[in-house]
């Protein structure tokens, strides 16, 4: 490891001793560089509905300053907080939008009628992302995209392994139905 960055992890360590007493300027701080982060990961296992990413991102902050202390350090702290991020936001959306009810309209989902857009031919991954329907979505981002293994996500969403690893199969059968792959 280099010096440069001995002296980043150094800081970031500083910074989050600071924000467990309550320092709100280093937590104001510590938001700044990861709010992207958090978002990106919001934003995507929403389905990129905008208003629904900000007020999980605004969540996992609230949590984050209330558990901060549950940071141990044990891996970097990017890594704690991408883990963190996942479970409230997969929390905050059961509670926001009717978990049970959608889990049962699952193939009346208004996502599932409308195409992706994509007029320059080129193919836009994330618009069919966001077509699927909304376990299959989430578990495909969790798995694919953010590398959860199907044991952690079972575990973040209340679902056997097996759910799991169906709703990954689902939607890579969607999408490359969608493709035009069959």
Known sequence: M???????DRALLTLIE??????????????????GMVHGLCYRLT?????????????VFIQLWRKIGNYRGDSKF?????????????????????????????????A?????EGSTGEVDIEAYVQRLPERARMVFV????????????????????????AQFHRAKQLMQEWMGYE
């Open 142 to 165: 969790l798995h694919a995209i953010e590398g959860y293994r199907h044991e952690e996500i079972a575990e973040m969403m209340d679902m056997a392994v097996g759910s799991s690893k």
């Open 112 to 116: 599932m009628q409308e195409t992706a």
């Open 18 to 35: 600071q924000v467990r007493q309550g320092d709100r300027q280093a937590y104001r701080q510590l938001y700044t560089e990861h709010v």
């Open 78 to 110: 990017s890594t704690w907080l991408h883990s963190v991020s996942s479970n409230v936001c997969v929390s905050y959306i059961r509670k926001q939008r009717g978990w049970w009810q959608r889990m049962f309209n699952i193939e009346d989902s208004a």
């Open 47 to 59: 389905g990129g509905d905008r208003a629904l990413a900000e007020d999980a991102t605004q969540e």
């Open 2 to 8: 280099d010096a440069e960055q001995q002296f980043a």
